[in-house]
């Protein structure tokens, strides 16, 4: 039940810190207002995903959360490496805290149009899913 384990579910852009980006820079703050959408447009600088808390409710301990971002087809130009999907593992989060799951243009390369899929999961429980759009500027 995601009311039971996720709240102050947020959603959108991060805008602070993307004024004076620099490719690479991965400065972009994840505090601040948070401008509400779901359509992003492809920028070096810009960051969008999700703010939430994690409930006390069902928990045992501080768990460890499965992150998944399921991406455009991207393409590492120094490395030649297809990336469609990243992992992490994120252990002991820690609960009635607030958790940040956000994707930053940082490179080039990674402008790439299309859906992008934010999904976060305890053990085989999907906790939290969200879908943004990113267009081409």
Same mark, same amino acid.
């Given at each position: !039940? ?5 709240? !102050?579910? &947020? ?6 810190? *993307? ?22 447009? *492809?920028?070096?600088?810009t960051k969008f995903g999700v703010r939430y808390w994690l409930s006390r409710a069902?928990?045992?301990?501080? %768990? ?12 590492? %130009? ?17 609960? !009635?805290?607030?958790?940040?799951? *956000?994707?930053?243009? *940082? ?5 790439? %149009? ?20 990113? &267009?081409?500027?």
């Amino acid at each position: !039940d995601e009311k039971r384990t996720i709240y !102050d579910f &947020e959603y959108g852009i991060f805008n602070r810190g *993307a004024e004076n980006y620099e490719e690479g820079d991965k400065s972009v703050s994840s505090t601040g207002e948070l401008e509400k959408t779901t359509v992003v447009k *492809a920028k070096l600088g810009t960051k969008f995903g999700v703010r939430y808390w994690l409930s006390r409710a069902g928990f045992i301990g501080e %768990p460890t959360l499965h992150l998944i971002y399921h991406v455009p087809t991207m393409i590492n %130009p120094s490395t030649g490496e297809f990336v469609d999907k990243i992992e992490i593992l994120q252990p002991e989060s820690k609960l !009635d805290y607030q958790h940040v799951m *956000a994707f930053e243009f *940082a490179h080039q390369y990674e402008l790439v %149009p299309g859906e992008y899929r934010l999904y976060v999961f305890f053990e085989n429980q999907k906790l939290l899913e969200k879908t943004f759009q990113v &267009e081409l500027q």
